[in-house]
């Protein structure tokens, strides 16, 4: 499902009870407005709208309750999965993360190169030099945009809890931020994400933290 945002230049149709509820506010905040709404007897919905809204509410129950079975179902074919067992001590890789690598490449051997698997994401962030100085861009737009999208939030995820990752990777994240900008790091960490993955995948061996060069 995606977000919903509320459309520019339209009219302010918000009631003044306040309990109109915002979609970019998140899931949760509808979940606990939307009863509201319906049982709210100063909004005088028409019938057929509050039938509108209590059908909307069944639905998402519905959905949310299909989402949690699927995930006890990723949660328990990655605690069966030797392989994905290993790929989750990688921070910022998740259950989730881990089955869908392994279901789109096995065991990566098909890709060669640590780079080749990145650049099959489309995680490989652009280069250029200047006044002896290496520059880092923006991601790619090409390869697998679903993995792509699961690397990066969690790359996301890493940076947010910087301070609590291995002492090299955290050096090497302040160091990253105090030269270029927070999205930029994002992509060039979801880079060494994947190609810790494809060495845990390829080489059939367990996570372990790299040491970071740190330049002055």
């Known amino acids: 499902m995606g977000d919903a945002t509320h459309g520019g230049g339209e009219p302010d149709s918000r009631p003044s009870s306040g309990t109109w509820t915002d979609p970019a506010q998140g899931r949760s905040h509808l979940d606990e407005q939307l009863p509201r709404i319906l049982e709210d007897a100063e909004l005088h919905p028409s019938d057929s709208f509050r039938v509108l809204l209590a059908q909307l509410k069944l639905e998402l129950e ?3 309750s299909r989402i949690e079975e699927m995930d006890r ?11 994905c067992q290993r790929l989750t001590e990688i921070p910022g890789v998740g259950p989730v993360t881990a089955t869908a690598l392994i279901a789109a ?3 990566a051997s098909a890709f060669g190169k640590e780079r080749n698997l990145s650049a099959w994401m489309g995680i490989v962030p652009g ?9 880092l861009l923006g991601i790619s737009k090409r390869g697998n945009k679903y993995l792509r999208r699961l690397f990066v939030q969690g790359a996301r995820s890493v940076l947010q809890q910087r301070h609590k990752q291995a002492p090299g990777l955290s050096s090497w994240l302040a160091q990253l931020l105090g030269r270029t900008h927070q999205n930029v790091v994002v992509v060039a960490l979801a880079n060494k994400l994947v190609r810790m ?11 372990r933290a790299p040491v970071f060069a740190v330049t002055t």
């Open 127 to 135: 280069e250029y030099s200047t006044g002896g100085k290496q520059k």
């Open 105 to 107: 490449v096995g065991n």
């Open 73 to 83: 179902v990723i949660q328990k074919s990655a605690r069966e999965n030797e392989a």
């Open 197 to 207: 993955a494809w060495a845990v995948l390829c080489k059939n061996e367990r996570y």
């Open 62 to 64: 519905q959905l949310a």
